[in-house]
């Protein structure tokens, strides 16, 4: 079936070190989104890529979507204890309403002061 | 509040009783998902409802398990007879369209 692999599943960082979580599909995506899940929270959607090669900054968040749109990778830049969490992708399979996100498995970051 | 609302947060049930969990989406969102979470794990997606239909139930378990989306009121994803391995976080998101989805708070459900 249809799957979105993560990997790592689990990085432990010490605080100031970068971290990076890639996401692959099996099969091309219309689009891919990225959610942070703090521990006991909930998914909270934290940017879009649509377009091939597509690298969107957020502070010290970058976003990358593959040339192929079956990959794609979230890094941070000297993460801060604040990053702690669980970061998922989730893929867009097909178009229109029809359409579904398949979630990728997440990344749980661990940040040490 | 503009907000995915969720109720009951938490919810604890003894095996072989009813569990119901509601989901009121976002203002002016029509498209309501159902996802389950098991500790440590990801996000398996159960069902896409539109107003009063259901889209993809591809991911919900054949029985015990069923959703609704009423025309009026709020989303409801009914567990019937629950069993232990029930136990988990609910999770529903609400969209505009088909695409940015916006997440509740979660029922977690625990059975007895």
């Known amino acids: 079936g249809q799957q979105v692999m993560q990997i790592p599943q689990y990085q432990h960082v010490q605080e100031g070190e970068d971290f990076t979580t890639y996401c692959n599909s099996s099969t091309t995506l219309s689009n891919i989104q990225w959610y942070k899940q703090r521990p006991g929270g909930h998914p909270v959607f934290l940017i879009q890529l649509v377009k091939s090669g597509e690298v969107k900054k957020q502070k010290r968040l970058t976003f990358q979507f593959g040339e192929a749109k079956k990959n794609s990778s979230l890094h941070i830049t000297a993460t801060q204890t604040t990053d702690v969490g669980t970061y998922f992708c989730a893929g867009k399979i097909g178009a229109g309403s029809q359409g579904n996100l398949i979630f990728g498995k997440g990344t749980k970051l661990s940040v040490k002061p | 509040n503009a907000d995915v609302m969720q109720n009951p947060r938490h919810l604890v049930r003894r095996r072989g009783q009813e569990a119901r969990l509601r989901c009121s989406p976002m203002?002016?969102?029509?498209?309501v998902y159902w996802y389950r979470q098991l500790p440590e794990e990801g996000l398996k997606f159960m069902v896409y409802?539109?107003?009063?239909?259901?889209?993809?139930e591809s991911g919900m378990p054949k029985e015990r398990f069923s959703a609704e989306f009423p025309k009026e009121g709020p989303s409801i994803l009914r567990i019937q007879q629950v069993v232990r391995g029930d136990s988990a976080a609910y999770f529903c998101a609400s969209s505009l369209g088909v695409d940015t989805q916006y997440f509740g708070p979660g029922t977690r459900l625990t059975v007895l």
């Open positions: 409802l539109q107003k009063e239909n259901i889209i993809d």
């Open positions: 203002k002016g969102h029509s498209h």
